[in-house]
């Protein structure tokens, strides 16, 4: 991973794999938190912007660091580290916010930008690869977790967005 | 040479029905007794030109029919008849007939409805009883027609008798394989029936195909049987044929008609007759004819598109045609040498830009506004109706026609508002001797009434009836289980037990209301619109509803405020004023709640930085400014750091992404890009519990409220 990042390559590259669907392999793009590698399909990003400040929302749970506009649209942001329960850091330079689309329970489309450490890599990981999440730490909710993902470096935690994005 | 006339239809149906629309509005003055002296032409005229209109595109269902209708307006007119209520009356009928032909036409369908020939048959009496050319007898007979005519109109509620089915197979079904007989035999095997065979589309001998059927059937079944049943018959040819099946109504029971046997031929015939002759004269056949097309879409169109007065769009023009200027001058001063002098242009363009900008979003909102007549004026039709059904005389007030609303709110609200009327009418107000007795006029008056409050736009809906019994209604609530005996209510609060799912308080469930539709529906419509709605009632007196609807959906002038790091925007529309706070006229109730005296009122302050949990500059009330705005007719003092500027702000949702926030009506953009939230003051105000605001009239002891 190179130190600085290029939010308008990465972008690129999302749009490449717009309508790409292969089914035998399934894309992640993974991110780091608290030194832990998480992914999310990738599919369900829409976009991955710099960390632009977001305007608080009174009375909001302490992981919604407010909303952005994301050129005329009001979008929620979410700070991923505070939503996992892991302590909590400063924005750095390499700081992103990553924008995910997701499913509220009444079958609603919605965006939501989640802010992580940085981001990675885009995986290819076959279904066959991932696991169900063994019994986790105490400090991650299961229940965003929708299993483990095998690759080459290591194990991705994979995270569901409908239930992590769920408010 | 011939003109294809086809393309002129919807502007005759559109003018045609604007026409009726103009019709029924003086014909209703007339019932009021207000008309004036241009009524009678204003009704004459447009009947003439639809008489006029239908003729020229060969309608002559309804040409024929308003010609009758025509000269009677024509004799009333030259001063030779005297237009009685039983006119108004039939002529109303007429009206409604008219505009049922007139919507089966624009959906390519020229069947004429059954009560037209009814109706012109009243007329034809009328006019042909030239001998008694004289209020009295004339009245008699229209009055007997009247009956006669109503009495058929109820015949809608009788019984389902059975099914009327019009099988319409494609031209080519014979060579799919499919045999039409068959399903016919298939289905008049389900019971006692009728046949009856169309022919009327067997084209001339020398372009007809001997392989094609040009045939139609419509098969009336006098049996119990369902719709499925009828459906599975046809299961295996749905693609290529049409099915409609209605329900077949009639009077009496009698009508049952012999069996007739079934077709047997599928083979074009000469004789292009049908195989049995069917109207038997009580029968009332719910729907059309068949229609080969599908229904035209014009309808959908209309609820999708908006008439706007000219001068909206002259407006728009203009603008546009200034903006098109300023950008034209903008980009000659970009070519040309930069000099102060062009810097100093460039920026007058840059305000003139904005301003142009700004003219232009205000245009294009205004055009989504109406006036609010649109949807009253369905209410003096409504009102007469109902009333005449009931055997309730009323009186409607219709007061703030012109207020303006936006066209998507006005649309969600006039069924809600249709409810509400009816209910006034149908439960609030009693009838004649009741009211009589009760030592009130014996005319009950409902008003609908409607002005600007606020950002809001307020629409009532009083009545001088009986008003809500809170007692049956407790009562009601405690059956239904929706509070407890034991529970301690408000009158206040047992009123709004009205609104709650599953609530009605007809003891009888009317014909007309109280179909267990309730108000639950009603609320929920009006909070889908972001609106309120309570009631106000006095037993004996009468009853209020009040719909409070944001303005429009789209667009505000905002105040900035600043707490802390962080900008809020208050609704313009709410603030009274703005001031610094002296010290000397604030009193704390309670410990814990703070009031300011200004001049002569009690306001409370609500501080912002509290209520939203943010760090505030200000450490004591002098270092801030308050705002003071106006809530349901109540001042509150909202307590910020400091005022920015005042500007237009484009209301964008919160909950497209994310959840409804407590205090917060919406979000919007700043010019620098970044998001603002809009404050909701009356959820702010509910937020910060102060339960009771200060009025003009009253004294600093009934402020009880919780604190902030």
Known sequence: MSEDINVDELNQRLGLLEGVENADVEQYLSFFLDNEEYAVDILRVQEIRCWEGATVIPNSPVSVKGVMNLRGTIVPVMDLRLRLGLPEQAYKPLTVVIVLKFETSDGREKISGVVVDAVADVHSISPDDIQQAPELSSNVNATFVKGLGCTESGALILLDPDTLLAI | ?708
């Open chain 2, 1 to 708: 040479m011939t003109v294809d006339l086809s393309q002129f239809y919807q502007v005759f149906f559109d003018e045609s029905l604007e026409g009726l629309d103009a019709m029924e509005a003086e014909l209703l003055r007339y019932s009021a007794g207000t008309q004036d002296d241009e009524s009678i032409n204003t009704i004459f005229r447009a009947a003439h030109s639809i008489k006029g209109g239908s003729g020229t595109f060969g309608f002559d269902s309804i040409a024929g029919f308003t010609h009758v209708l025509e000269t009677l307006l024509d004799q009333i007119r030259e001063g030779q008849r005297e237009l009685t209520n039983q006119h108004i009356d039939l002529l109303l009928q007429s009206i409604d007939c008219l505009r049922d032909m007139i919507n089966r036409l624009s959906a390519g369908d020229d069947s004429v409805p059954d009560s037209a020939a009814q109706l012109k048959a009243a007329f034809e009496a009328i006019l042909n009883d030239e001998n008694e050319l004289g209020p009295e007898p004339e009245a008699l007979q229209a009055k007997q027609i009247l009956e006669e005519t109503s009495s058929l109109e109820q015949l809608a509620d009788t019984q389902t008798l059975g099914w009327k089915v019009t099988f319409v197979p494609s031209e080519d079904i014979l060579m799919t394989g499919n045999e039409p007989l068959f399903l016919i035999q298939e289905l008049t095997e389900l019971g006692d029936h009728e046949v009856e065979l169309i022919t009327e589309h067997i084209p001339q001998w020398q372009q007809l195909k001997p392989e094609y059927c040009y045939l139609r059937w419509v098969v009336k079944l006098y049996c119990d049987c369902t719709e499925q049943q009828i459906n599975e018959v046809f299961e295996w040819v749905a693609d290529e044929c049409e099915i409609k099946i209605e329900k077949l109504q009639t009077k009496s029971e009698q009508s049952i008609p012999a069996k007739h046997p079934p077709l047997t031929s599928t083979q074009p015939q000469t004789a292009m007759q049908s195989v049995t002759q069917t109207t038997d004269s009580n029968e009332q056949i719910e729907q059309t004819k068949p229609v080969v097309n599908k229904p035209a879409k014009s309808k959908q169109a209309d609820a999708n598109s908006i008439r706007v007065g000219i001068d909206k769009v002259d407006s728009l023009i203009n603008m546009v045609g200034e903006l098109v200027i300023t950008q034209a001058m903008l980009s000659q001063l970009f070519e040309s040498e930069m000099t102060s002098q062009t810097l100093s242009r460039m920026k007058e363009g840059l305000a003139q830009l904005e301003h142009n900008t700004r003219d232009l979003q205000e245009s294009v909102m205004r055009i989504r506004m109406l006036p609010i007549s649109f949807v009253f004026s369905r209410f003096p039709r409504l009102v007469r109706d109902t009333g005449q059904k009931l055997g309730k005389k009323i009186e409607l007030v219709l007061q703030g026609e012109s207020t303006e609303l936006d066209k998507t709110v006005m649309e969600k609200i006039s069924d809600p508002l249709v409810h509400l009327v009816r209910n006034a009418i149908d439960h609030g107000l009693e009838l004649p001797e009741q009211r009589l007795a009760a030592g009130k006029p014996e005319t009950g008056k409902v008003t609908l009434n409607s002005y600007h409050q606020g950002g809001n736009v307020v629409i009532e809906i009083i009545d001088d009836g009986k008003g809500l019994d809170p007692v049956k209604i407790k009562n009601k609530a405690i059956a239904n289980g929706l509070i407890s005996a034991s529970d301690e209510l408000s009158e206040e609060q047992v009123n709004l037990l009205i609104f709650e799912a599953g609530f009605s308080t007809a003891e009888a469930v009317s014909d007309l209301s109280g179909r267990g539709v309730g108000m639950d529906v009603v609320k929920s419509n009006i909070q889908a619109l972001n609106g309120t709605v309570d009631v106000e009632s006095e037993v004996g007196k009468g009853t209020t509803f009040r719909i409070r609807l944001p303005l429009t959906l789209a667009i505000l002038d905002g105040q900035l405020v600043r707490i802390g790091q962080h900008i809020y925007i208050i609704p313009l529309v709410n603030i009274i004023e703005s001031l610094q706070i002296d010290p000397k006229g604030v009193s704390r109730i309670g410990g814990e709640y703070d009031v300011l005296h200004l001049r002569g009122e009690y306001v409370p302050i609500v501080c912002l930085a509290d209520v939203f949990l943010h760090k505030a500059d200000a450490q004591s009330l002098t270092e801030g400014l308050l705002v003071v705005v106006e809530v349901d007719g109540g001042k509150v003092g909202i307590f910020v750091d400091d005022l920015l500027a005042q500007q237009q702000v484009v209301i964008k949702s919160l909950e497209a992404n994310y959840n409804k926030v407590e205090g917060i009506s919406g979000a919007t953009i700043l010019g620098d890009g970044t998001v603002s939230l809009i404050i909701d003051i009356i959820s702010l105000v509910r937020m910060a519990g102060v339960k009771s605001m200060a009025t003009a009239n009253l004294v600093s002891t009934d402020v009880n409220a919780e604190g902030v």
